[in-house]
C-alpha cells in the first residue's frame, strides 16, 4: 500500500520538455527609500492563468491553446497585453514595510524575442513602491497560482535568499542586510529543492535510476551502480554551479549556435536507453558498465545543474545549498528505487522460492486494480491511449498511469510462471527494461531530430 500511494503521488510528474514550469527569479533593491523588484519570468503562464501550483507542464493545463497564442506573439504585443494583465497581478502580489501594505506601480516590461514557440520564453518585469520613512523590514510573495518564486535581495552585506512556493511569504528582510540564512538553514531549505527535481518533475531521471535497478535487483550490484553514477553527477554539478563548465556553452553556442543544454538533453535520454538495452541481454555488471554509468552520471550532473542556474545559488552560502540540493536529489532516487522495490518485492520472495503464492496474488490484483482505476480515471484515458498510442511517451501522467497495472500483470505473471527458470528477470525486469528503453529512444530522437 506504501509503493501504492507513493506511484500515485509519482502520477503528478512531468518530463523536462519545452513546456515544463519554470521558478520566477525576483532580485530587490532599495534604493534612496524606494524598493524595486526585478523579476524574471514567463509571463504567457500568468496572462493566461494558468495555475502554477497545480501545473508542472503547460500543456497539461486547460489553458494550453491561450498559453501557445501567447508564446507565438511578438514581444511588444505581449508587453502590451502583460502591461493590462499588471492590475491582476497586483492584486495577487503582497509587498508590506513593516507590516505595513504599499502600493505597487509597474516600471518596466522587457519581453524576449518569439524564437522558436516550442521553448520556454523568459522575459522581465520590475515594479516599485515608495518605503515610509524610517522602514527597517520589507516582506514580499504572490498569490500560489503565480507558482514558486526565488527572492535575492541585492547590494547588501549577508543578503536574503529565499525559495517561496506554494504562496508562500517571506520572513521579514532587514533593509540594511544581514538576513541571510544559516550554513544549516541553506542546507535544509535546498534539500526539497533537489528532492522536488527528481519527484514530481525528473522522469528522465527517474527512468535512468530505474534501469539500473532492473539489471538486478540485489543489493550489491545496485548500490555500486548507484553510488558511481551519484558520484559522477555530484562532479559535474558542482563544476557546473561554479562555473567551471560555461566555456563548453560558450563554445556551442558561438561555434553552432547552440546551447550546451541541447546536446546535454539527448545524450540523456541516451543514457537511459543504454542502460535499459544492455539489462535486457547481461544478467550481471558488465566490464564496462561501471564506466558507462559514470560517464552518464557526468551528463545527468549537468541537467541537475541546469536546474540550479535557473535560480541560482546563494554567494556565501554556497556550499551548503550545493549539498542540501545534492542530498534531495539523493533522497529522491532512493525513493524512486524504495517505490519499486517494494511493487516487485513480493514477485522477487516468491521467484526466490518463498511460499507466499496467494498473498502475492492479492497483493498484485488489487495493484492492478487500483492501477487500472487510476488509467481510466485519467484526463487521457484509455480513449487518448487508443488514439495516439506514441502520444503516451510525451504525457507523463498517462505513462505513469500505465505502468501500475501493467507491472501488476507483470508480478503476476511472474508469480504464475515461478517455476520456470529465473521467472523474475524473464517476466518482469526485461519487459520493464525494454519499456524503458523504448521511451529513452523516442527521447533521444524527439530531443536530438525533431
Known amino acids: 500500500m506504501l509503493s501504492t500511494a507513493v506511484l500515485l503521488w509519482i502520477t ?9 514550469v519554470f521558478p520566477s527569479i525576483a532580485d530587490m533593491r532599495v534604493i534612496d527609500n524606494e524598493v524595486s523588484f526585478e523579476i524574471s ?15 508542472a507542464d503547460t500543456n497539461e493545463s486547460t489553458q494550453a491553446a491561450t498559453y501557445d497564442e501567447l508564446r507565438a506573439l511578438p514581444p511588444e504585443t505581449l508587453a502590451a497585453r502583460f502591461e493590462a494583465f499588471w492590475p491582476q497581478m497586483a492584486q495577487g502580489i503582497t509587498l508590506t514595510a513593516d507590516g505595513a501594505p504599499l502600493t505597487l506601480a509597474l516600471t518596466s516590461v522587457s519581453v524576449g524575442p518569439i524564437g522558436d514557440v516550442e521553448v520556454v ?38 543578503p536574503y535568499d529565499g525559495y517561496l512556493e506554494a504562496g508562500a511569504l517571506s520572513a521579514p528582510i532587514s533593509i540594511s542586510g544581514g538576513g541571510q540564512a544559516s550554513w544549516f538553514a541553506t542546507f535544509v531549505n535546498y534539500i526539497p529543492v533537489g528532492f522536488d527535481h527528481i519527484v514530481p518533475k525528473g522522469l528522465d531521471h527517474i527512468l535512468f535510476v ?44 558561438s561555434t553552432y549556435d547552440i546551447a550546451f543544454i541541447d546536446i546535454v538533453e539527448p545524450l540523456i535520454a541516451l543514457s537511459i536507453a543504454y542502460v535499459a538495452i544492455e539489462n ?62 517494494l511493487f516487485v518485492w513480493q514477485a522477487l520472495r516468491i521467484d526466490r522460492g518463498e511460499n507466499e503464492v496467494a498473498r502475492g496474488l492479492v497483493i498484485y490484483g488489487v495493484l492492478f486494480l487500483v492501477g487500472l482505476g487510476l488509467l481510466v480515471t485519467n484526463t487521457d484515458g484509455i480513449s487518448g491511449l487508443l488514439a495516439a498510442p506514441l502520444g503516451v511517451l510525451e504525457n507523463a501522467p498517462l505513462l505513469l498511469a500505465i505502468t501500475m497495472p501493467a507491472m501488476a500483470i507483470l508480478c503476476l505473471a511472474a508469480i504464475q510462471l515461478r517455476d520456470n527458470v529465473d521467472a523474475y528477470r524473464q517476466i518482469v525486469a526485461v519487459p520493464a527494461s525494454i519499456f524503458i528503453a523504448t521511451i529513452g529512444v523516442y527521447w533521444f530522437i524527439a530531443r536530438a531530430f525533431l
Open 41 to 55: 519570468a514567463n509571463l504567457e503562464t500568468f496572462i493566461a492563468g494558468i495555475d502554477l501550483t497545480e501545473t
Open 280 to 341: 535486457i541481454f547481461m544478467k550481471g555488471i558488465s566490464p564496462w558498465r561501471p564506466f558507462v554509468i559514470f560517464i552518464f552520471g557526468l551528463l545527468h550532473g549537468l541537467g541537475f545543474a541546469s536546474v540550479l542556474a535557473e535560480f541560482g545559488l546563494p554567494e556565501d552560502t554556497f556550499v551548503a545549498a550545493l549539498i542540501g540540493f545534492n542530498v534531495g536529489v539523493e533522497v529522491g532516487q532512493l525513493a524512486v528505487i524504495a517505490v519499486m522495490f
Open 121 to 158: 520564453r523568459f522575459s522581465v518585469f520590475s515594479f516599485s513602491a515608495a518605503l515610509p520613512d524610517g522602514a527597517e523590514t520589507v516582506q514580499m510573495g504572490w498569490a500560489p497560482e503565480f507558482g514558486v518564486l526565488v527572492l535575492r535581495q541585492m547590494d547588501v552585506p549577508l
Open 12 to 20: 503528478t510528474l512531468s518530463m523536462a520538455q519545452a513546456h515544463e
Open 210 to 253: 530505474l534501469g539500473l535497478f532492473f539489471l538486478a535487483a540485489r543489493f550489491r550490484p545496485l548500490i555500486l551502480q548507484v553510488s558511481l553514477f551519484t558520484v559522477a553527477h555530484t562532479i559535474t554539478l558542482a563544476l557546473a554551479a561554479l562555473g567551471y563548465t560555461q566555456f563548453i556553452d560558450d563554445f556551442t553556442q
